[in-house]
C-alpha cells in the first residue's frame, strides 16, 4: 500500500542517517542529506530555463529549489501551508536583495515575510510545478506524505487555469526515495511528475498518465477538507454556478434527497467542522458510541482493532482520508490498540469495513468490523 511504501521511506532515511532537519521526517515530506545539490540540478532543466513563472511547494528539502528561481529573477509561487489563509504567496524580495537576502526570502520564515498572496483572481500562469515526494518511481507514480495537498494545489490550479495540460512537474528526492510503485495503487486525482532530480541523477520520466483535470469534489473531497479550507468553498461555489457537480464524497444521495429537509444548516455545518474525536474521549469498550451521535439511526460504528502502538491518530486518520472513508467522527484508544469509527451513512460504514480489513499500517495487519452494539442492527 501506499503507507507501507512511507513507511519503508522514512525508516530507511532515518536508520541510514540520510535524514536531516526537521526531524523526525516520518509524517513529512522528508528533508536529506544532498537535499540542495538536488536542487541545484534544476538550473539544468529547459523547461526551468523557459519558465517565468515558477510554484515550489514550501517543504523544507526545496530550500534550494526556491532560490534558485529567486536568483534567476523567475516569478516565484509557494502555495499557503495547508491551504489555511489562501491559496498562493508569491514571493517579492526587497529592491536590490543581496545573495543572502535572497536565502532569506527562500526559507519558509522567508515566505512568510516577503510575501503577498495571491487569490482564485490572481491570474497566476504557472510555467513550471516542482513538489516534494516520499516516493516516487522512474514512471513518475508520486506518492506523497498522505494528506493530499500537492494533488489538490494542482488540480485547483487547473480551475484557475494557471496550468496547461503540458505544464511540467518536477520532483526533487534522495535516490533512495525512487522506488518501483504499482500503478494500481494511483488514483485519478493523484499527481504525477515528469522530472525527478536526486543528488546523483536527473531522470526523465516521459509519463503519459494523465495529470488531475480540476477538482473530482465526489473522490477527493469531503465536507471535513471544505470546513478546514476556506479557498475550497469560494471556488466549489464558482464551479456549482458554472454548472459543474460539486457533490462531495460524504454527500451520500440517499441523506440528500431524504433527509436533508429534516436537518438543520446548523446541525450539518457542526458536524462537518468537528468530524474528529479527541484523542482517548470515548469509552472504553468495544461497545463504545460517540454520545454526541448517540440516538441517531444513521449511526453505524465500525471497530477498528490491532492497531500497532507506535501508530498516532493523525496516521490513521491520513490513511481514512487516503481510502476515502472519512468519519463523522473517530474515537482513538491508542493505548488498547483500537479506535472506533462512526459513520452517519451506513453504505459509508460498509466501504470502511472492506477498505479496512487486512490493511498494513505500521507493519499490522489491522482487523475492521461492526462494533458489537451494532452487528444486531445487521
Request: aromatic fraction near 4%; include cysteine.
Amino acid at each position: 500500500s501506499k503507507w507501507d511504501i512511507r513507511e519503508k521511506v522514512w525508516e530507511h532515511l532515518e536508520a541510514s542517517g540520510l535524514a536531516e532537519f526537521p526531524r523526525p521526517v516520518r509524517g513529512r515530506i522528508p528533508n536529506f542529506k544532498g537535499s540542495f545539490q538536488a536542487c541545484c540540478s534544476l538550473r539544468e532543466l529547459d523547461v526551468f530555463s523557459r519558465a517565468r513563472e515558477v510554484k515550489v511547494d514550501p517543504d523544507k528539502p526545496l530550500e534550494g529549489a526556491r532560490l534558485a528561481a529567486l536568483q534567476a529573477r523567475k516569478t516565484l509561487l509557494v502555495p499557503t501551508p495547508r491551504l489555511r489563509t489562501g491559496l498562493f504567496n508569491r514571493i517579492v524580495p526587497p529592491p536590490g536583495a543581496t545573495k543572502e537576502m535572497l536565502r532569506r526570502c527562500a526559507t519558509s520564515q522567508g515566505v512568510r515575510d516577503f510575501s503577498v498572496p495571491v487569490g482564485l483572481d490572481g491570474k497566476a500562469q504557472v510555467d513550471l510545478v516542482v513538489v516534494g515526494s516520499v516516493a516516487v518511481s522512474e514512471k513518475g507514480w508520486r506518492i506523497g506524505k498522505g494528506e493530499g495537498y500537492a494533488d489538490m494545489e494542482y488540480a485547483m490550479m487547473v480551475s484557475m487555469g494557471a496550468v496547461q495540460e503540458d505544464t511540467p512537474v518536477v520532483t526533487i528526492v534522495h535516490d533512495c526515495q525512487v522506488l518501483d510503485i504499482a500503478e494500481e495503487l494511483l488514483d485519478d486525482h493523484d499527481l504525477t511528475v515528469d522530472f525527478i532530480l536526486t543528488p546523483t541523477r536527473t531522470i526523465q520520466t516521459h509519463c503519459k498518465r494523465p495529470k488531475p483535470q480540476g477538482i473530482m469534489w465526489h473522490k477527493a473531497m469531503s465536507s471535513e477538507m471544505l470546513g478546514k479550507i476556506p479557498i475550497l468553498k469560494t471556488l466549489r461555489s464558482r464551479e456549482k454556478q458554472a454548472g459543474k457537480d460539486v457533490t462531495l464524497q460524504d454527500e451520500h444521495p440517499a441523506l440528500a434527497n431524504t433527509n436533508r429537509a429534516t436537518i438543520s444548516n446548523k446541525k450539518v455545518m457542526a458536524a462537518n467542522t468537528q468530524p474528529w474525536a479527541a484523542p482517548g474521549s470515548a469509552p472504553v469498550g468495544s461497545d463504545a458510541v460517540n454520545p454526541k451521535l448517540e440516538g441517531s439511526a444513521t449511526i453505524t460504528t465500525v471497530y477498528v482493532g490491532n492497531l500497532p502502538g507506535s501508530l498516532r491518530v493523525s496516521e490513521l486518520k491520513s490513511a481514512l482520508r487516503e481510502l476515502q472513508v472519512i468519519p463523522a467522527h473517530l474515537s482513538w484508544q491508542g493505548a488498547q490498540h483500537r479506535a472506533f469509527l462512526d459513520y452517519r451513512d451506513p453504505g459509508a460504514a460498509h466501504r470502511a469495513l472492506a477498505s479496512l480489513q487486512g490493511l498494513s499500517l505500521g507493519g499490522n495487519a489491522l482487523r475492521a468490523e461492526l462494533a458489537k452494539n451494532q452487528r444486531s442492527k445487521g
